[in-house]
């Protein structure tokens, strides 16, 4: 498996997610969007990087576990 099938994994996965995400709760998440954009720049450079980084080691882990 190659990085671009990996690649496109990874962003179907997140898509198909926020999708669903959106269809089930749609008050909801507009209403975690709002308290969101009430937050500090900080804290959601934060969250980001802290997102950034679990997703890489998510990935990464899955490309060792199919590679063994």
Known sequence: MGWGTVLLIAIGGALAVEGAAWAIFPRGMRDVYAEMMSMPDVMLHRAGLISVAL??????????????
Request: proline share 0%.
């Open 55 to 68: 997703g890489s080691v998510m990935i990464f882990g899955a490309v060792k576990m199919i590679g063994s």
